[in-house]
């Protein structure tokens, strides 16, 4: 698809949600829409769809064993093993899932092709890794950062987080570092797309528009707490109730609040039915989730049914006269 | 499914992460905080001239910054009078400005700051006479 049309799709779609919750929020009467159901309709469907997707994974036969092998396999005995990266046991699986979900390590691994003097040659390029790992962690340090107006009272740890985030004491309300990270990490995954050739070529809408919306997101919050300031009491009030089950409608919440509150609720509807599955995907990936015991145990594709076997001995003695009449040599006369 | 242990109990780690806040606010009624207004020397003004330097919903959305902008003009360029958009002047200090007033910084700012989890650090250099022990 050309890069134009990628764009315009993603830049289009996330420009109407903003626009529906602009004009919206100012309708009267329907502020509860958007900052009572709607929230609520796609945590439902976040969750439920979360949940369907990787039952469906979880319901697919892996046929064969499929473990990706980046080391030695545990072989002689004097043959060292590579636990980690082609791991024999449960502990061996778990230690290469852990460093994969909490660390990106296949992406850590990424290496770049340049044409040189007429070879190919691979370099290795950290940038993705490092990209990948402080978008998430910005984005898991933010969220986490967010039950402050979920929760009464508010739970050590996220003060601490709080504290943590905001310990450069920049103006007042003080500046979040994650907030800073999560836009430059966005940006650089962003112009990445676009300004590699090969990026640019294999990018749909559904690779620009996560990080568009998630952009928007970010902007819209960082807006709200620095620049346009909305009653944080009255939305701490709205939040709460979300979470008690109470919801409540306080007056007087800037339109920028519901701006927000949409994107990060298209977001949540999104999440399950596209590319951003990764998030449970890692966990079920066969390359990955498989000890390599492809040769030590027997492995019997799961969906193998009993077959009637035919035998040769069975197929002489049906067709034995026919076979002798037309000259055919048999075993058993 | 296959590996049904292990996904069933993936996806039940997922959903209890998610849904923490609803478990800990299950069943919670928490009314909003109501900073109170009646300190003594707020009382003693007759009705009409209890009003604050800027309009309510200018400080409820923008004392933060102002405080930041009056301590920024009076410390670092010695401009101790502040406008307001009525015309009317005020002098820059928390201390002898606003807290003549909110004296009750128990009732008035914790209460919205513990509310939203916020911890100003106004307290670091400024204090409520009587009040210098337990801070912060």
Same mark, same amino acid.
């Given at each position: 698809?050309?890069?134009?049309?990628?764009?315009?799709?993603?830049?289009?779609?996330?420009?109407?949600?903003? !626009?529906?919750?602009?004009?919206?929020?100012? +309708? %009267? #009467? *329907?502020?509860?829409?958007?900052?009572?159901? @709607?929230?609520?309709? =796609?945590?439902?469907?976040?969750?439920?769809?979360?949940?369907?997707?990787?039952?469906?994974?979880?319901?697919?036969?892996?046929?064969?064993?499929?473990?990706?092998?980046?080391?030695?396999?545990?072989?002689?005995?004097?043959?060292?093993?590579?636990?980690?990266?082609?791991?024999?046991?449960?502990?061996?699986?778990?230690?290469?899932?852990?460093?994969?979900?909490?660390?990106?390590?296949?992406?850590?691994?990424?290496?770049?092709?340049?044409?040189?003097?007429?070879?190919?040659?691979?370099?290795?390029?950290?940038?993705?890794?490092?990209?990948?790992?402080?978008?998430?962690?910005?984005?898991?340090?933010?969220?986490?950062?967010?039950?402050?107006?979920?929760?009464?009272?508010?739970?050590?740890?996220?003060?601490?987080?709080?504290? !943590?985030?905001?310990?450069?004491?920049?103006? +007042? %309300? #003080? *500046?979040?570092?994650?907030?800073?990270?999560? @836009?430059?990490?966005? =940006?650089?995954?962003?112009?990445?797309?676009?300004?590699?050739?090969?990026?640019?070529?294999?990018?749909?809408?559904?690779?620009?528009?996560?990080?568009?919306?998630?952009?928007?997101?970010?902007?819209?919050?960082?807006?709200?707490?620095?620049?346009?300031?909305?009653?944080?009491?009255?939305?701490?009030?709205?939040?709460?109730?979300?979470?008690?089950?109470h919801p409540v409608m306080p007056k007087g919440i800037g339109v920028i609040f519901f701006i927000h509150v949409a994107l990060v609720s298209s977001l949540f509807i999104y999440f399950p039915f596209s590319k951003l599955m990764h998030a449970g995907g890692v966990f079920l990936s066969p390359g990955r989730n498989l000890a390599n015991t492809n040769r030590e145990k027997m492995h019997v594709n799961p969906w193998n049914y009993p077959v009637d076997i035919h035998s040769y001995e069975d197929y002489e003695n049906d067709f034995r006269e026919k076979m002798k009449a037309a000259g055919i040599p048999v075993e058993r006369e | 499914m296959y590996d049904a242990g292990k996904i069933i109990i993936g996806l039940v780690i997922f959903v209890v992460f998610l849904t923490f806040a609803f478990w800990m606010d299950a069943g919670k009624a928490v009314p909003p905080p109501k900073p109170k207004l009646n300190t003594p020397v707020i009382m003693k003004m007759p009705k009409a001239e209890r009003k604050c330097v800027e309009s309510k919903e200018f400080m409820r959305t923008e004392h933060m910054q102002l405080l930041d902008t009056w301590r920024n003009e009076a410390l670092r360029e010695g401009n101790t009078e502040y406008i307001n958009t009525n015309g009317k002047m005020y002098i820059v200090s928390l201390q002898n400005t606003c807290m003549k007033c909110h004296s009750n910084k128990k009732d008035f700012c914790d209460k919205c700051h513990d509310y939203a989890g916020v911890k100003p650090y106004c307290w670091r250099c400024h204090f409520v006479k009587g009040q210098m022990k337990n801070w912060e």
């Amino acid at each position: 698809m050309d890069v134009k049309v990628s764009l315009g799709i993603a830049l289009g779609a996330v420009l109407a949600i903003i !626009l529906i919750a602009f004009f919206g929020a100012q +309708v %009267p #009467g *329907l502020q509860p829409i958007f900052g009572i159901f @709607l929230p609520y309709a =796609a945590f439902v469907i976040f969750i439920g769809g979360f949940i369907y997707r990787v039952v469906q994974w979880g319901r697919s036969p892996v046929p064969f064993r499929i473990p990706t092998t980046c080391g030695q396999q545990k072989t002689l005995p004097w043959i060292k093993q590579n636990k980690l990266e082609c791991p024999s046991s449960t502990l061996g699986v778990i230690g290469r899932m852990f460093f994969e979900v909490f660390f990106f390590r296949s992406l850590f691994k990424h290496t770049k092709a340049e044409m040189a003097d007429g070879n190919i040659i691979y370099s290795p390029s950290k940038w993705i890794w490092a990209g990948a790992l402080l978008f998430h962690y910005s984005f898991l340090i933010i969220v986490i950062r967010h039950l402050r107006l979920f929760m009464v009272p508010i739970p050590g740890f996220v003060k601490g987080l709080d504290t !943590l985030d905001g310990i450069l004491q920049v103006g +007042v %309300p #003080g *500046l979040y570092l994650t907030d800073v990270l999560l @836009l430059v990490a966005l =940006a650089y995954l962003f112009i990445r797309r676009l300004a590699v050739p090969k990026m640019r070529y294999i990018s749909l809408p559904a690779d620009y528009f996560p990080l568009v919306l998630i952009f928007c997101i970010g902007a819209t919050g960082i807006l709200m707490r620095y620049f346009i300031r909305v009653d944080i009491v009255s939305v701490k009030q709205l939040t709460v109730g979300l979470a008690s089950l109470h919801p409540v409608m306080p007056k007087g919440i800037g339109v920028i609040f519901f701006i927000h509150v949409a994107l990060v609720s298209s977001l949540f509807i999104y999440f399950p039915f596209s590319k951003l599955m990764h998030a449970g995907g890692v966990f079920l990936s066969p390359g990955r989730n498989l000890a390599n015991t492809n040769r030590e145990k027997m492995h019997v594709n799961p969906w193998n049914y009993p077959v009637d076997i035919h035998s040769y001995e069975d197929y002489e003695n049906d067709f034995r006269e026919k076979m002798k009449a037309a000259g055919i040599p048999v075993e058993r006369e | 499914m296959y590996d049904a242990g292990k996904i069933i109990i993936g996806l039940v780690i997922f959903v209890v992460f998610l849904t923490f806040a609803f478990w800990m606010d299950a069943g919670k009624a928490v009314p909003p905080p109501k900073p109170k207004l009646n300190t003594p020397v707020i009382m003693k003004m007759p009705k009409a001239e209890r009003k604050c330097v800027e309009s309510k919903e200018f400080m409820r959305t923008e004392h933060m910054q102002l405080l930041d902008t009056w301590r920024n003009e009076a410390l670092r360029e010695g401009n101790t009078e502040y406008i307001n958009t009525n015309g009317k002047m005020y002098i820059v200090s928390l201390q002898n400005t606003c807290m003549k007033c909110h004296s009750n910084k128990k009732d008035f700012c914790d209460k919205c700051h513990d509310y939203a989890g916020v911890k100003p650090y106004c307290w670091r250099c400024h204090f409520v006479k009587g009040q210098m022990k337990n801070w912060e």
